[in-house]
């Protein structure tokens, strides 16, 4: 090889290394299933100052839930949410929903109505792994909406 291509060809296959690494990272990045993306980020901005008013009017109303989670299966949970109004009675004729989310991959969200079980409220959630997860709760009962977040530790199997 002659002597005075040595310098282009080493220039052309750093750039072609660097090209070659950038696209490997790029196809990494979107393909990580832990990384969560909002859906609809902008109309949540949108909706910021009306969640913030939202969860006041929930705290302002007095009510708590208590959540408790146990795996049934190796894809289910139950969840029992115990919701109580200010003076500490058990606040009936509510529907509640939860929705659940793994904190490790957030961008899968399972939901579900919760059925009325005495002073408790029951709902059945899939849920695919062990682990730290964030539930919504969300409780109407007519004019009244109450919303809660709760982290609870899933175990790994049931």
């Known amino acids: 090889m002659k002597r ?8 052309a296959a750093v750039l072609v290394l660097a090209i070659l690494g950038n696209i490997y990272v790029a196809v990494r990045a979107n393909s990580d299933p832990t990384v969560a993306i909002e859906p609809d980020y902008y109309q949540k901005a949108v909706r910021f100052d009306a969640d913030q008013a939202l969860r006041r009017r929930s705290e302002r ?3 708590r839930v208590t959540l408790t989670a146990t795996r049934t299966s190796a894809t289910d949970a139950e969840v029992v949410a115990v919701l109580v109004d200010s003076t500490g009675a058990s606040v009936r004729g509510a529907v509640v929903r939860v929705a659940a989310r793994a904190v490790v991959r957030s961008n899968d969200v399972f939901s579900a109505t919760a059925i009325e079980a005495g002073d408790r409220y029951l709902a059945a959630v899939p849920v695919n792994r062990g682990g730290l997860w964030d539930f919504d709760v969300e409780a109407v009962r007519g004019g009244e909406r ?11 199997r049931p």
């Open 4 to 11: 005075g291509l040595q310098w282009p060809i080493g220039v």
């Open 61 to 63: 109303l007095g009510w």
């Open 146 to 156: 109450f919303v809660a977040s709760q982290r609870l530790e899933l175990p790994e």
